[in-house]
């Protein structure tokens, strides 16, 4: 008798998986409570390095169904996500996309459709990547500076100096610049 899993997977803590296990309901899988996989884990993740995927497959047998809502929800790398589909034809189990109409991933036309996608997905992945880099190189080349603002001023720094040599404690300065203790002592260092 073949049983309907879904694989619900999100990247951070502050989203929940609620959304797709609520597709999979309105697209017509009935999906037991106990056949539901919910794990928060980055798409980047190989899905075999996955805790809540890897106890997903040694449940899984011939004729099972797995349903996931978007592609993205299996991985972002397209060769891992293809190996994945592959892996679970393999088993006999049917992968089913919702974003897809529902299509079996493991038939021809659905193996199509998921390679141009898996592909397209992982350019996108690459490009906001390239993005970001070329942001952070130029914002670098007009001199901006990267991480927290410091916390004492140079004229503060020459004034600390000036009190510890005068007899000051690091402690006490700590206390009137509003700041840590290691940080009086990296300055006087």
Known sequence: ???????????????????????????????????????????????????????????????DKLIVTKLDRLGRNTTDVLGTVEQL??????????????????????????TVLAAVSQFERDLLIERTHAGLARAKAEGKKF?????LSDKQKDEIRQKLAAGATARGLAKDYGVSHPTILKVAS
Not at 90 to 112: E, I, N, P
């Open 89 to 114: 034809g393999a088993m006999g189990v049917h992968v089913h996309c919702l974003a897809l109409k529902g299509v079996d991933l493991t038939s021809a036309s659905g193996r199509l459709h998921m």
């Open 147 to 151: 991480g927290r603002r410091a916390a």
């Open 1 to 63: 008798m073949s049983r309907t899993f879904l694989y619900a997977r999100v990247s951070t803590a502050e989203q929940t998986t609620e959304n797709q296990v609520l597709e999979a309901r309105t697209a017509g899988f009935a999906v037991l409570p106990r056949h539901t996989v919910e794990e928060t884990i980055s798409g980047s993740v190989p899905t075999a390095e996955r805790p809540g995927f890897a106890k997903l497959l040694d449940r899984l047998d011939e004729g």
